[in-house]
Each structure stands twice: as C-alpha cells, then as structure tokens.
C-alpha cells in the first residue's frame, strides 16, 4: 500500500482546475480575448490525474488536448460561464487551482447583430466581470486553494496582496520579465508564495516540470 501511495500520491483527492483564457462577446462575431494557451492549466490538470486525482477541468477557449483522458473537461467561453461551472465542483474538490487567464473586463452590453462600421471613433463599454478565485476564497471550507499571478511591476508585494485578498494558500507568480516565460511559449519561470509569505524563486524549465513542482507542493500539503 505504501508502494501504491508513492506511485498514486493524489489517489483519492478531488481537482477543480481552471485553464486558457475567456472570451468576452461584443456582438455575434466578436470578443475581447487574451493570448492565454492554456497549456498551463491542461498540463496541471493531466500530471494530477497522472498522480491519481480525480480532476475537472474548466476550459475557456483554446486548442489544448488533455493527455490523461480520465480528466473531466468543461468547455466554457465567458468569465461568468466559467463562474458558473467552478461554483457547481468547488464545494466537493480538495483542492483549485485557477491558471485561467480571465477577462476582468467585459462589454457591458453585446450587441444582438453585428456592429457596422460608422463613424471614425468607436468605443465599447466596460464592466468588471466576476473574480472568480476571490469568490472561491469566500467561500473556502477545507480546500487547498491556488492562484496564480501575472505582474510586470512589484510583482512580489502584488502577489503578496492577491494572496490575502482572495484567500489562497499558495499563489504561483508568472514573471515576464524572463525571457522564455509566461503566455504562449512553452517554459514557465515562477516563483512560489505561500500565506506565510515564504518565498521561493524557481529555474526556468517547460510548463510540464511546472506543473510538477506545483502537484508536489499540494503532495506536501496532505502530508503535513
Ligand atoms: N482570476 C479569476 N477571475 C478573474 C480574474 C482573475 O479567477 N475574473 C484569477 C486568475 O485565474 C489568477 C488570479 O485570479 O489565478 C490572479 O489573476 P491576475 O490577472 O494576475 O490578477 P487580478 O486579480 O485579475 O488583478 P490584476 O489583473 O489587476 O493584476
Ligand atoms: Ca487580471
């Protein structure tokens, strides 16, 4: 059994995973979107059920393929269709991971027919779209909550901040600012937080070690 535990550490433990980005419609053809992959979120998503978690994955849109098909995807397009369908898993899961890049911005309205081309200038109103992780951390009971950051200034007190804002236990910040990093490509360099504020910087390398580094820190959490 211990043989079991050590191959199959997550065995039993519940997964909601948010991944890509939203897209927030403007009328019937058009959205306001962002260059998230989605790599991130579907590669945490295949290593935890790899390690033995039972996983549900929310999607927005993007071309990425899990590689364990035991995951349960959820195709969404929109923050609040995301919103929605993190709300309906989240009181059952152990642990949430939001690596969706959301639209904190929406139209305020969406046209019923394509918008013409009229006048020279043109502007969209905006509104606020949900927080999703802030609402998960409203309501934390006993899961295991992790968020991710995307800063280009003071990125350790902005994380710092996200941290005690939404109620995470960890959060995982993307810094852009090194080359080969962030959106798109196909490495990660990150530095973990956790609500103690303990810091620690890790090397660049692919999304999939990423991926591993984050599963192990939840692997230490059951284990303390
Ligand atoms: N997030 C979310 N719902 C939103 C916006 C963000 O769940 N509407 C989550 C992201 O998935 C990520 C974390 O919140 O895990 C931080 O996202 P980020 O864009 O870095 O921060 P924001 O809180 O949106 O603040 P800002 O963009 O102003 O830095
Ligand atoms: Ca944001």
Do not use: W
Request: with cysteine; charged share 25%; hydrophobic share 40%.
């Amino acid at each position: 059994e211990a043989d079991l535990e050590s191959k199959l550490p997550l065995k039993g433990k519940k997964f909601l995973i948010t991944a890509g980005p939203t897209h927030e419609a403007i009328d019937p053809v058009r959205f306001i979107g962002n260059h998230s992959s989605g790599k991130m979120g579907f590669d945490i998503a295949s290593e935890a059920a790899n390690l033995g978690a039972s996983v549900v994955l929310v999607a927005g849109p993007t071309n990425c393929k899990v590689t364990n098909t035991s995951v349960k995807v959820i195709s969404v397009t929109s923050a609040q269709e995301m919103y929605d369908a993190c709300h309906e898993y989240y009181s059952d899961v152990d642990v949430a991971i939001a690596a969706a890049a959301v639209a904190d911005y929406k139209p305020k309205t969406v046209a019923a027919q394509k918008i013409k081309k009229a006048s020279e200038d043109f502007t969209i109103e905006l509104e606020k779209t949900k927080d999703i992780l802030l609402s998960l951390g409203k309501i934390k009971k006993n899961q295991f909550l992790i968020g991710f950051a995307l800063e280009t200034e003071n990125e350790i007190e902005n994380a710092k901040l996200k941290i005690q804002k939404k109620n995470l236990d960890l959060i995982v910040l993307n810094s852009l600012q090194d080359e080969g990093a962030g959106f798109g490509g196909k490495t990660n360099k990150v530095t973990f937080i956790d609500k103690f504020f303990a810091i620690e910087p890790m090397e660049l390398k692919s999304k999939e070690a990423v991926a591993t580094d984050i599963l192990n820190k939840v692997i230490k959490h059951f284990h303390e």
